[in-house]
């Protein structure tokens, strides 16, 4: 009985601290992405004026922006993800770590994107959609391999169970999506993220709700 409870404690201490862990990867990361606009403000020279000089940085704002906002959508699906994880094991921390990775390496393409973006070519925005995909695909392996593993609240039913991964999975394939879009410009991107997105996972739970109902 000690020895269930001890286990049991365990387990509850060591997926706060995971999730801490990783709530804090994010809050610092979205820190980070302010970074490229402060180290660009200098005096201005004698002929521009200020508001000229922060006008200049638009480019690096947007950029700002929009990683603000994607970055906000995989930490509330990590927040959602790991809402339903009950237990964890060596292979979901080393799953997580990786998601965490890919999370840490977005203030680079970040800032590639924000020096380059009104540039014809389209590798910016491709390398930027592609990192992204990157994390959404790390995100969405950690959570099927805590379903295989069983590491789920044992409450969710399987039609719970596949209405998140259906979720999961849409939202990889629209950012993996998004890297083809990306050829035809920055804007067709960010409607992927910003708009197709949200749109795809709202018609993925309409659909899904009806079934659930049913049963």
């Known amino acids: 009985m000690e020895e269930a409870l001890e286990s049991s404690h365990e387990q ?3 997926l706060e601290r995971l999730v801490f862990f990783s709530d804090a990867v994010f809050a610092i990361v979205i820190t980070l992405l302010v970074l490229p ?16 000089l922060v006008e200049d940085l638009w480019p690096r704002m947007i950029s700002f922006l929009v990683s603000f906002l994607v970055i906000g959508q995989f930490w509330i699906a990590h927040h959602h993800m790991f809402g339903k994880v009950r237990h964890f094991d060596q ?3 080393w799953f997580n770590l990786v998601s965490l990775l890919t999370i840490s390496f977005m203030p680079f393409p970040t800032a590639v994107l924000g020096s380059r973006v009104e540039a014809d070519e389209p590798f910016p925005v491709v390398f930027y959609a592609a990192s992204l995909a990157v994390s959404s695909l790390a995100l969405t392996t ?8 069983q590491l789920v609240d044992p409450g ?3 039609q719970a169970v596949r209405a998140f991964t259906a979720r999961a999975i849409t939202t990889s394939a629209i950012f993996l999506l998004s890297m083809g879009a990306a050829f035809l410009g920055l804007w067709v991107a960010v409607a992927c993220w910003l708009v197709l997105l949200p749109l795809g996972r709202l ?3 309409r659909v899904q709700a009806p079934r659930q109902n049913s049963i």
């Open 12 to 14: 509850s201490t060591g």
């Open 142 to 149: 950690t959570w099927l391999y805590a379903v295989r593993r």
């Open 91 to 93: 292979g979901l921390l």
């Open 203 to 205: 018609v993925i739970g």
């Open 156 to 158: 969710m039913n399987d």
């Open 37 to 52: 606009l402060t180290a660009e403000i200098d005096l201005p020279e004698p002929s521009q004026s200020l508001a000229q």
